[in-house]
Each structure stands twice: as structure tokens, then as C-alpha cells.
């Protein structure tokens, strides 16, 4: 009896978990094939990235149309973009906005100001954009920096300090 309890109340947890409403998209990782970052470069130019992006590091030709802000990519920070976030950036990148530029300035009504490429840029296309644009992602060494360390008083530390 007692293990017919314990199994109806496994099965119950289990189905009220497999009900939660969860998002599938974040659950797995997609592997694309790799790209070619000379091929990403080019098409970097042919698809008009150019008009409103520019690249640290990479000297792509002059935009024959400027558009409406100028956007830089590629960093030489302590942090790095990763695969997914550059996948992400470019067929959805209204998902995060840049903080680095006033909301007005690269978005309309929250939706990003870039073109929406979904319909039209290929899975070799967009890989080869990926490997082009992450070898301009570089994390900078900083020898001899010391980071400094941050220590945190925990509630009950506070508790116990008389503040004069």
C-alpha cells in the first residue's frame, strides 16, 4: 500500500511539472556546421550589413548608402559574445537591444530598426556571418590588472554590527 501511495504521489508531481508552462525554445542547444569567415566578410557587404554596422578590426568598403545610426560591432572586452548571442543578434534582434545607444536611436516602438533577414539570408550564409563576425569578438588579456575583490556582509553580519 505504501508504495502505491508513494507512486501516485510521484506521478502527480510529475504531472503537475510536464504541465508548467516553459519556454522550448531556451531547452537545447542548436549545433550549426561551421562557417567561413572570409565568405562572412563578403557577405557582410553584399547583404548592406555595412550601412549601419561597422566592425573593430575589419576594414569592409564604405557603405554606398549610410543608414540611420552607425552601429559598431566587435570588442576587445573582458567579455565575449558568444555563438548563440551572435545567432541570436542577427535573426532576432530586437531580443536585446544594444545599451550602448539611446533606444530611440536603433529601435522604433521597442522593435529594432535592422532588416529583418529570416526570409531571406541561408544557413551557409549565416554561419559564415557568425565565423566573420565572432573572430572580431576578442577577449583583451589585461596582464598586471588586478581585479579587485568585492566582499558582501550577509544579513546576519549586518545584524550583528551596531552602526554608530
Known amino acids: 500500500m505504501r508504495s502505491l ?3 501516485l504521489v510521484a506521478l502527480c508531481a510529475l ?3 510536464s504541465a508548467c508552462d516553459r519556454d522550448d525554445r531556451r531547452q537545447r542547444a542548436v549545433y550549426l556546421p561551421e562557417g567561413d569567415a572570409a565568405k562572412g566578410e563578403m557577405y557582410f557587404v553584399s547583404l548592406g550589413c555595412v550601412s549601419c554596422h561597422s566592425v573593430i578590426g575589419a576594414e569592409p568598403p564604405d557603405p554606398v548608402e549610410a543608414g540611420p545610426v552607425r552601429v559598431v560591432l566587435g570588442s576587445r572586452t573582458g567579455r565575449r559574445m558568444s555563438y548563440g548571442q551572435l545567432v541570436t ?3 532576432n534582434p ?3 537591444l544594444s545599451a550602448r545607444y ?3 536611436e536603433v529601435s522604433q516602438q521597442g522593435e529594432s530598426l535592422m532588416t529583418s533577414y529570416n526570409d531571406v539570408l541561408t544557413v ?3 554561419t559564415d556571418l557568425i565565423a566573420f563576425l565572432q ?3 576578442v577577449k583583451a588579456e589585461r596582464p598586471g590588472y588586478t581585479y ?5 556582509q550577509s544579513d546576519d553580519d549586518s545584524e550583528s554590527t551596531n552602526p554608530q
Open 5 to 7: 501511495l508513494i507512486s
Open 15 to 17: 504531472i503537475c511539472v
Open 89 to 91: 543578434s542577427i535573426v
Open 94 to 96: 530586437s531580443h536585446r
Open 102 to 104: 539611446r533606444k530611440d
Open 124 to 126: 551557409t550564409q549565416l
Open 135 to 137: 573572430k572580431h569578438y
Open 148 to 152: 579587485h575583490v568585492y566582499s558582501y
